[in-house]
């Protein structure tokens, strides 16, 4: 079938290593930041977020990196399995009112045994 | 599990016609966003609707309408289809505002594709 993943950027990642995933965003406002894995046929699915007065959040297997300074957020995903492979999205909230979402483009990220 | 569920789940159209998409969720969720997602791309806001009224739109044009009802199920309405219509049609539920968590429980989606 399609892939959601089509002229994605791509991240090739050994099964077990760690991956990182990096998203620039462009709202200085934003006070809210998410990332989503969406797998193919599938809506996106939360991952992590992160709220402005933070610059670091974990989760299980998952840490969520913000820089407000360069307006860059990071995800690193640990152990990385191949159940990871996915396309990945950070959102940041447009910060004129609540909850309206903008997404990046994605990064498609494909686990290797 | 999301609790949010979306119909139909594909979609075929042609020009010019319009369609009507839905999406429905478990109770307590009174805010509900629609976003479009084109092939290859992140998803893109259409509009936002809480307490049945539009609380917000994206850059999309008036032929794209929506509706949310009080037991919390919403449409979005598309008339005079353009093949550039389509896409994943993505609905996500939320606890609304002042709520601690921002948090979008996204569908599955619906597939349109217009001929």
């Known amino acids: 079938g399609e892939s959601v993943g089509l002229h994605l950027p791509t991240l090739s990642v050994q099964e077990g290593d760690n991956s990182i995933i990096n998203c620039a965003y462009s709202?200085?406002?934003?006070?809210?930041f998410i990332w989503y894995k969406q797998e193919s046929g599938k809506g996106p699915q939360f991952i992590i977020d992160i709220r402005s007065n933070m610059d670091k959040r974990q989760g299980q297997r998952v840490t969520v990196l913000l820089n407000k300074t360069v307006k860059h957020l990071s995800l690193q995903i640990a152990a990385t399995q191949p159940g990871d492979s996915a396309v990945y999205f950070c959102?940041?909230?447009?910060?004129?009112?609540?909850?309206?979402?903008?997404f990046g483009a994605g990064t498609q990220v494909v686990v290797t045994p | 599990e999301t609790g949010v569920t979306q119909s139909p789940t594909h979609l075929i159209k042609t020009r010019g016609q319009q369609v009507t998409l839905r999406c429905s969720s478990q109770?307590?969720?009174?805010?509900v966003s629609w976003y479009q997602q084109a092939l290859g791309q992140g998803p893109q806001f259409i509009f936002q609707y809480y307490r049945e009224e539009e609380n917000g739109r994206g850059n999309f044009p008036p032929r794209f309408s929506g509706l949310q009802f009080p037991n919390y199920s919403s449409e979005l309405n598309v008339n005079a289809l353009e093949l550039d219509d389509s896409a994943l049609y993505l609905c996500a539920r939320s606890p609304g505002p002042g709520n601690s968590s921002d948090e979008q429980f996204f569908g599955p989606g619906t597939r349109l594709t217009v001929l």
């Open positions: 709202n200085s406002a934003s006070d809210y």
């Open positions: 109770s307590g969720h009174n805010t």
């Open positions: 959102a940041e909230n447009l910060g004129d009112s609540w909850g309206k979402l903008q």
